[in-house]
């Protein structure tokens, strides 16, 4: 392809004890040496390796507890590898754990500017798009409650609005919008869209093989950790579905 490497994975991997993560010191991230695995250490992702040119559509398939969260999590440079190395070019959305970053004592208006400000937004952008996000929430008349009164459906929505409205060249979405109610997820879904329309780059975990159609031209196929398939989202979603059942 002619456009530029947005994201580059070259062997990377990602230890984890069973209880709780596995740390590398500081000193081995100086030195780039790798420890062995320890006792009640596992390997949640293990030498993945692929690049995705600015404008993919990615879908990421395969099992529960098979790596694909924990990919996301090394593209959006949440965690860091163990071993190989993860590039990011370009600022991200993170459609992940959406509604993590807000605080519930504060009001829907006071977390709209905290985390909108905390990806990058100037005050005055928050400004210009508060009606906008407010608007496509659906919340109008909450905007002065707090936070920890709203449904989870409704902090879903606003979660979306703000992180959908960053103007980052790199969307990453791990099926978030699950608690969402039918009409909403269908509006978020057109949202992405236009945001794919106007050549953001797409890398979108999902079950749901509708969706993965949808929106992805290209798949990684992840089992026990390892990359075993990256092809076009029909021969990956073909291939999962043989290996696995519908």
Request: aromatic share 8%; charged share 30%.
């Amino acid at each position: 392809m002619d456009a530029p490497v947005v994201i580059s994975v070259e062997g990377a991997g990602i230890r984890f004890r069973r209880n709780r993560r596995s740390r590398r010191s500081f000193k081995d991230l100086l030195s780039g040496r790798q420890r062995r695995t320890r006792p009640g250490e596992f390997w949640a992702l293990r030498d993945v390796t692929f690049s995705v040119h600015a404008g993919e559509s990615i879908g990421v398939v395969g099992r529960n507890g098979q790596g694909k969260s924990t990919l996301l999590k090394l593209v959006a440079e949440v965690i860091l590898p163990d071993e190989g190395r993860v590039g990011v070019h370009g600022g991200v959305a993170p459609l992940i754990e959406i509604t993590g970053g807000f605080v519930d004592d504060l009001t829907v208006r006071d977390n709209v500017y905290l985390t909108a400000g905390l990806h990058g937004m100037s005050r005055a952008e928050i400004d210009e798009r508060f009606d906008e996000i407010i608007d496509f929430a659906e919340i109008a008349d909450f905007v002065d409650t707090p936070y920890k009164h709203l449904s989870s459906g409704m902090k879903v929505r606003i979660a979306f609005a703000v992180i959908s409205r960053l103007e980052e060249p790199i969307i990453l979405v791990d099926e978030v919008l699950a608690v969402g109610d039918k009409a909403f997820r269908e509006k978020c879904y057109r949202r992405i869209e236009e945001l794919l329309a106007g050549g953001r780059t797409l890398f979108f975990v999902s079950h749901n093989e509708r969706d993965l159609r949808r929106f992805c031209q290209r798949g990684l196929y992840l089992d026990k950790g390892t990359l075993v398939l990256d092809a076009p989202i029909n021969e990956v979603l073909d291939r999962y579905t043989a290996d696995y059942g519908s």
